[in-house]
Each structure stands twice: as C-alpha cells, then as structure tokens.
C-alpha cells in the first residue's frame, strides 16, 4: 500500500463521519420541510450522538456490544477498502460481514423487537445482496477491472453502459439507506412499529457507535453511486446529490411495503434489470 | 458538556389519561409547534429516552408498567408529569383503582399543570426538565470522576428492599446496645415499607449506585416528622446524614420539624442537637428502651 493510499484512508476514517452526520443533519432537515415543519438543526445528529455518550449503557448481555464494535470496525474496512480503490468484490464481502455483525447483535439482545428486526434484516440483505454483485460484474464487464481505482479512472461513462444496473441500485439503495419503503429492520423515523428495531436494546454509546457506523455506510453506499458517473466528478457529485435528495423523497412518500415484497420485487429487478444489463452488454461487447 | 440538552428524547406514556393531555403531547409534533427544532425526538422506546413524559393517573393496572419504564430508561433521565391527572389524580382521584399521580410510583422531576394541558406548556415542561437534566448529568460525572461521592435523590418505590436491608443492617446496632431485637424498623416488611411510600417522601444517598443511607419525612399540620434517618455502618461519618437533613429541611416548608431517637444513642441525639434541635420529651418504651424527642422550630425570617 502506497502513501497516497494510506492517506485517502486516513482521511476517509475522520472525514466520513462528518460527511454522514451532515448527510443525516440534511436528510433530517429536507424531510421536516417535506412535511411543512421546521425541522432540527443542521447539526442535530451530532449533538443526538455525542448525548449518547453521556448516557448510561444499559445491556441484556455484555457481549452485544462486543458484536457493535465488530460492526462500526467493518463497516470502516469496507468504506477504507472502497476509497484506497480496493478490489470491488471484497469490498462488497465486507460489507456483508458488517452486516452479519449488525444481525448478530440484534439477536444477541433477544429482545422480541430486535428478534424479528434482526430476521427482516438477514431478508433484506438477501434482497439487496444479489443487485451489488450484479453491479460488480457489470463494471467488471465495461472496464475488465474489479480494482475500485481502475473502474473510477477508466473514463467510461459507466451509467451509459450500465443504465438498467444503474436503476435497479437505486431501487435497493432504499433497503441500504434504510429509507421506506424498505425501513423494515431499522427505522430513523421516531415511534413506528416494532420500536426501534436492532436498536431495541441498545442504549448510550452503543446507539452512538450503531449511528456512526452508519454514517460510514452511508458515505460508502454514496461512493458506490458516485462510480457509476465517476469519469465526471461533477456530473458524479450532482448525480449523488439528486439520488439522495430522490430517496428522502422516497422515504417522505411512501408507506412501509412488507418484507416478502422487498425480497421478490428486489430479486425482480436484478433478475430484469441487472442480469438484462448485463446480457446486453454482453452481446453488444462481442 | 451541554448536548444533553440540544437532544432530549421522550419516551410518551400514557397512563389512565382520558386522551386530552396525549392529543395536546402529540399536538407538539405537528407542524404548529414542531418540538423537533428543539432536537425533541418521540422515540417510544425506554432505551432511547431521555425525558419520561406520563400523562394521566397511575392505576393498579399500569403501575408496575410504568415503574418498569422508569427501571428501562438510561441515567440521567427525567420524568415530566403532564395534567392535573399525572400530578394527583385529577377528578379520578377517587376511584377505586387509581392511586393517584405518577409521583406515586416514580419520582417526578417537572409538574405541567392543566386539564388538558397545553401543548405550550408541555414544550415550557420539557425545556424546564431540560435543566434538571444536565444537572443530574453532572452529579453523576461528578461522582464517577470522584469528586462528588454520593447523591442525595427521592427513593421511589422500587427502592423498598433495599432500603429495608440498609434500615435492618443500621438498626442491629441499636438493637445490641439495648439488646432488645424487637424493635419496629427491625421488624418492618417489605409490604409495610412500601405502604409508607404512599404517605411519606423517601430520601436515599447513592453512593456507585448503592444505597448507603435514607430518611423519610412527612408533614402533618405544620410539623414535619423526619424517621428513621439511616446511614449503612461503613459509610458512616462521611457528611451523609447532614446532606439527607438538609435535603428534608430544603424540601419540607414546615414550621416546625420532630424527630425520636432511643435514648442510648448518644451520637444520633448530638447530631439531631448540632443542628439546632431540642429534646423536649422523652418517653420509656418498653422495660429495655427509651426515647427522647427532639424538635427545631424554624425562624419565621428564614420561611421563605
């Protein structure tokens, strides 16, 4: 690993969570103006998270929180591995590793709530699992590359090669984001069904590591759609922009689907739309 | 650090309420008042909140209900009791299975008056409670980093059996001194003990989330009757019973203020006298034992 490597992930470990409090801070904003409120301050998630830390951690079992730990340091090797322009595969592994952890957590509090989010949970990553791989190969495909570095630098407009692959991501970006329709393990939204979901028993600086971890995997997941249009950085950036204003819209519109509708229209649309993709490109790249 | 305050997080119960104060809590969240400017988040799970929010009477029904939530919810925490009924009973006092406010069951920190409250007031409470909040974040942050050594708080309910232990466990030694074991705090039950919660404050002195000493004190007319000041045998000495005065004296705005303790317990008698109390009767209880009663009569200039 190079030096530049080493300080893209440096920067990547303290800027992330800037970033995702910010991107949690606006979200939290846009959505209050959605609905003709005022809404918190920018900067509401921090002060939410640096509360937690002063809060008492009250545990079901120690170990929960050991699974926590697991969970923030994977989904920080996932976003690292991501940035310093590892290998796409191992990447999307990692991140399934972090989410195994989240799950294993959710059950080790046995809690009711937690039991039945943390089984939603392990069906949503089942949901989404098959779109990221496809996406993989798809970028595979247009750059005969798994390498995040060449994929990003290899000056293809990957949204013209990959538009259906490109379309059902955002589609399973809602199950990612954990935005409604498919907010069925973990909802940000106050007072909904099933309380708060993994979350359940999780209190004080747990809470505050689950809410960091997933401002990384927010950033990550962000990152991800910036590739699609990564050899236009601005183009990128305004495309990231419009898909997370689009899932706060989204998340502000619809009701929450069942868990059996994620799974089958998920697996729908990476059956039609990516797995078309990529035959297409398969048969035009011949 | 004041972060506490920029995220308070409710936890909404509602108890035997008629829905009036509910409609005027969730009234907040609408976007008239839109409580989350004010970082105000309806979580609905004990884990999570902050402030206890119970609106409406305590029933035989939800009393352990509501006494689990508190249990649930992480330090520091507050309860705000929201309408007359979370504050008394209300006009449903009288019925036969309401016991009264939530004060009954758990200690409240803020009292929002109104029948049905409104949803201003509810938001002044919350802000209100807010203060209470970080002042109990730096009592504990004081007494993790050693330098407040214990708490002085309200006892609630659930504070019984281990109230009861210390009380057995400080009362042997005047038992031994008298050697009569059949003395009443000695021979208390638990079920007797939590009956006095109705009628009497409970004050216990937490020490790394140990009771190590309580006093409880009610008032009758304009007299204040503090018993059963106890202090755990190896904390003894560290200020303790002087800051569970205190705190009674504070809270009580009697006139006057009685105590008793047995007559061979030379060191309870000179610390009541320390203070400024008097003997001013005593009284044979049995063949083994005998009381003396104390009192201090409080200056009118220093009724406030």
Known sequence: MDLKAIAIVVSYIILAPVAGGLLAGIDRVISARMQARRGPPLLQPFYDVFKLFNKENLVVRRSQNFYIWFFLAFVIFTGALFFSGGDLLLVIFALTLSGMFFVLAGYKASSPYSFVASQRELIQMMAYEPMVLLCAVGMYMVTRSFYVSDIAFSHKPLIIYLPALFAGFVYILAIKLRKSPFDLSLSHHAHQELVQGMTTEFSGRALAMIEIAHWYENVFILGFVYLFVANNPLAGLAVVSAIYFFMILVDNTFARMKCRFALESSWAMALVLGLGNILVLFFIKR | ?304
């Open chain 2, 1 to 304: 650090m004041p972060f506490l305050k920029k995220s308070p997080w409710i936890l909404h119960y509602d108890g035997s309420s008629c829905n009036g104060c509910d409609i005027e809590v969730v009234a907040c969240l609408t976007p008239l008042y839109d409580v989350e400017r004010l970082g105000v988040v309806n979580t609905g799970n004990p884990k999570h909140a902050d402030i206890f929010l119970i609106t409406g009477s305590v029933n035989e029904q939800n009393r352990q209900v509501i006494h689990n939530l508190y249990e649930q919810m992480p330090d520091p925490k507050v309860v705000v009791a929201v309408g007359i009924c979370a504050a008394s009973g209300g006009i449903f006092s009288d019925c036969y299975n309401i016991l009264g406010g939530a004060n009954k069951v758990i200690p409240v920190d803020v009292f929002v008056p109104g029948c049905a409250a409104r949803p201003e007031a509810i938001i002044d409470g919350v802000i209100a409670s807010l203060q209470v909040l970080e002042d109990k974040r730096a009592r504990l942050a004081a007494m993790s980093a050693g330098k407040e050594e214990f708490i002085v708080e309200t006892a609630a309910v659930s504070d019984s059996a281990e109230i009861l232990a210390l009380q057995k466990l400080a009362y042997t030694n005047e038992a031994e001194l008298y050697n009569d074991f059949s003395l009443s705090p000695l021979r208390q039950t638990l079920d007797e003990l939590r009956e006095d919660f109705e009628t009497m404050t409970f004050l216990k002195a937490v020490m790394n989330g140990k009771i190590v000493g309580s006093v409880r004190a009610f008032a009758l007319g304009d007299t204040c009757f503090v018993w059963r000041l106890i202090i755990h045998p190896l904390y003894e000495g560290l200020g303790i019973a002087q800051r569970l005065m205190d705190e009674i004296e504070n809270r009580f705005t009697c006139h006057r203020f009685e105590a008793f303790t047995g007559t061979k317990t030379k060191r309870k008698i000179f610390f009541f006298q320390r203070r400024g109390y008097r003997i001013f009767a005593s009284e044979q209880v049995s063949e083994k034992r005998g009381r003396v009663y104390l009192e201090k009569v409080r200056k009118a200039e220093t009724n406030v």
